[in-house]
């Protein structure tokens, strides 16, 4: 199946603090760096796509703050199209509160107008309706991933972070659902296999998953689906900063799904350029392009 991708999911503004070493309960640390940049696992997850050639638009919603033009005009500058970025009045925008010590990172969400969708996808239906390929998170509420699902006619990745009981409906149209392993162990329920992504996948796919990506941070990722199981590994690279890594895969896989890449490439592609983004500070700006990809992945064969 190829496609136009649409990306509906958060925008955020991140707010970063580059620390020494992460804050443990109670204790107090100062920050060596703070910076702020557009987020949003929506808004990643477009760039990151269109970045890698894919034609993507985002549906989002933010406030009627001072930050909504800013996060608007943040990601018009980077070339997505944001006529569906829209601003729901009364509401503030999002904000991510980031904490950075070196490859691991803490995240606190405010979440802002990525909560309020009064009127559903309202005037964005139709383009909901004819994506090729769409991509949903879990940072808005899960009526709205819903009613996405059930609109689109084309193939529909979710990406379940951050961790929430899927709908069964909706897992039914997860082709495929992306998880980590904390997700994947929280859906797996109770009891279920721990330290086997293997088999943990292979209950959801009899829950109904048309098929299931599970990222491994440095080890890769493993895929399962019709075609079987199989893993593929990370890119040994120098890590600075990983916020964002999990975005820039869910990116990668949709641009290459959407190509008409079969799940095991488009995996392999996607684990590729989560390892390219950890090599600088940041996410938008730290995403690779397809030429970056090709390099890193031609020096690893
Ligand atoms: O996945 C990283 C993102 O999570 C950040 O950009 C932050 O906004 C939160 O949504």
């Given at each position: 199946?190829?496609?136009?991708?649409?990306?509906?999911?958060?925008?955020?503004?991140?707010?970063?603090?580059?620390?020494?070493?992460?804050?443990?309960?109670?204790?107090?640390?100062?920050?060596?760096?703070?910076?702020?940049?557009?987020?949003?696992?929506?808004?990643?997850?477009?760039?990151?796509?269109?970045?890698?050639?894919?034609?993507?638009?985002?549906?989002?919603?933010?406030?009627?703050?001072?930050?909504?033009?800013?996060?608007?005009?943040?990601?018009?500058?980077?070339?997505?199209?944001?006529?569906?970025?829209?601003?729901?009045?009364?509401?503030?925008?999002?904000?991510?509160?980031?904490?950075?010590?070196?490859?691991?990172?803490?995240?606190?969400?405010?979440?802002?107008?990525?909560?309020?969708?009064?009127?559903?996808?309202?005037?964005d239906l139709a383009l909901v309706r004819s994506a090729g390929v769409l991509v949903l998170q879990q940072e808005v509420p899960a009526a709205v991933n819903d009613l996405a699902s059930t609109a689109c006619g084309g193939r529909?990745?979710?990406?379940?972070?951050?961790?929430?009981?899927?709908?069964?409906?909706?897992?039914?149209?997860?082709?495929?659902?992306?998880?980590?392993?904390?997700?994947?162990?929280?859906?797996?329920?109770?009891?279920?296999?721990?330290?086997?992504?293997?088999?943990?996948?292979?209950?959801?796919?009899?829950?109904?998953?048309?098929?299931?990506?599970?990222?491994?941070?440095?080890?890769?990722?493993?895929?399962?689906?019709?075609?079987?199981?199989?893993?593929?590994?990370?890119?040994?690279?120098?890590?600075?900063?990983?916020?964002?890594?999990?975005?820039?895969?869910?990116?990668?896989?949709?641009?290459?799904?959407?190509?008409g890449a079969a799940l095991p490439e488009a995996v392999r592609w996607a684990a590729a350029a989560a390892s390219a983004s950890v090599r600088a500070a940041g996410t938008h700006a730290a995403y690779?392009?397809?030429?970056?990809?090709?390099?890193?992945?031609?020096?690893?064969?």
């Open positions: 199946m190829a496609g136009d991708i649409v990306v509906l999911g958060s925008v955020n503004r991140d707010v970063v603090a580059e620390v020494a070493t992460l804050p443990g309960p109670g204790e107090t640390v100062s920050a060596e760096r703070v910076r702020t940049n557009v987020g949003g696992k929506g808004a990643n997850q477009a760039v990151a796509a269109r970045l890698l050639g894919g034609r993507v638009r985002l549906v989002a919603r933010v406030g009627d703050d001072r930050e909504s033009e800013a996060l608007r005009a943040g990601l018009g500058a980077g070339g997505l199209d944001v006529s569906a970025v829209r601003v729901v009045p009364g509401h503030r925008s999002g904000s991510a509160y980031i904490t950075v010590a070196g490859a691991e990172n803490t995240i606190v969400v405010d979440p802002g107008a990525n909560h309020a969708w009064p009127d559903g996808l309202g005037p529909v990745i979710l990406n379940a972070a951050p961790a929430r009981p899927v709908p069964a409906a909706l897992l039914a149209r997860c082709d495929p659902l992306v998880v980590n392993e904390h997700e994947l162990a929280d859906l797996s329920g109770p009891g279920g296999p721990t330290g086997q992504p293997h088999r943990a996948m292979a209950a959801l796919l009899g829950r109904g998953a048309r098929s299931v990506v599970t990222t491994l941070g440095t080890r890769g990722a493993a895929w399962a689906g019709a075609d079987g199981f199989g893993t593929v590994p990370a890119l040994e690279v120098d890590a600075v900063d990983s916020t964002g890594a999990g975005d820039a895969f869910v990116g990668a896989l949709a641009a290459e799904l959407a190509t690779p392009d397809r030429r970056c990809v090709r390099e890193l992945l031609d020096r690893h064969r």
